[in-house]
T-cell receptor, first 119, second 110 residues
Framework: GAVVSQHPSWVICKSGTSVKIECRSL??????MFWYRQFPKQSLMLMAT?????????EQGVEKDKFLINHASLTLSTLTVTSAHPEDSSFYIC???????????????FGEGSRLTVL | QKEVEQNSGPLSVPEGAIASLNCTYS??????FFWYRQYSGKSPELIMFIYSNGDKEDGRFTAQLNKASQYVSLLIRDSQPSDSATYLCAVNEGYSTLTFGKGTMLLVSP
């Protein structure tokens, strides 16, 4: 399958600081990337849909000013958690869909995930 | 609101047995269905997808879809301890993103 790389895998930060997470599609171009958040023993919750060259579409209840998403190229999307607080501690996972004829499958390939701990 | 329901488990099976994982969905317009496996602390990895009613087999895995009943299942034959993980059912309608169930934890004992 397609490869999606996410960095960093682990990050610990102090409350009030900002953290940036990168998501890269390594062997394909992704016009659309998705950012999920997963709390312990919970399912994946979609935060936002990131579209290359345009503003991200946020799910209800997700603060767009707190979770800044940039999708400047077809292979890179970034999520910045601004003024992080302990309740933002979670597992953040990006995913991307290929542009080939397989797009109709809705198949998603996931990054490795980034575990954020806010002290 | 689209919903995907799974029994949280854990589902415990002995090594070599068949594990049966079930999933129901609420949106009759759903077109494609996915099973992901997620090990603790890791991101999900795609196991199988299915679009048509019936069975689809891939190695030890068989996905079954019944659109009339809005039901999709995953059978794992000859279960191995390495199959122990949480299995996520996901449903997609056209080009929209996936809606995930909460997952079923599978434990395969040696």
């Amino acid at each position: 399958g397609a490869v999606v790389s996410q960095h960093p895998s682990w990050v610990i930060c102090k409350s009030g600081t900002s953290v940036k997470i990168e998501c890269r599609s390594l062997d394909f171009q992704a016009t659309t990337m998705f950012w999920y958040r997963q709390f312990p023993k919970q399912s994946l919750m979609l935060m936002a849909t990131s579209n290359e060259g345009s503003k991200a579409t946020y799910e209800q209840g997700v603060e767009k000013d707190k979770f800044l998403i940039n999708h400047a190229s077809l292979t890179l999307s970034t999520l910045t958690v601004t003024s992080a607080h302990p309740e933002d501690s979670s597992f953040y996972i990006c995913s991307a869909r290929t542009q080939s004829d397989r797009i109709n499958t809705g198949e998603l390939f996931f990054g490795e995930g980034s575990r954020l701990t806010v002290l | 609101q689209k919903e995907v329901e799974q029994n949280s488990g854990p589902l415990s099976v002995p090594e070599g047995a068949i594990a049966s994982l079930n999933c129901t969905y609420s949106d009759r317009g759903s077109q494609s269905f996915f099973w992901y496996r997620q090990y603790s602390g890791k991101s999900p990895e795609l196991i199988m997808f299915i679009y048509s009613n019936g069975d689809k087999e891939d190695g030890r895995f068989t996905a079954q879809l019944n659109k009339a009943s809005q039901y999709v299942s995953l059978l794992i034959r000859d279960s191995q301890p390495s199959d122990s993980a949480t299995y996520l059912c996901a449903v997609n309608e056209g080009y929209s993103t996936l809606t995930f169930g909460k997952g079923t934890m599978l434990l395969v004992s040696p």
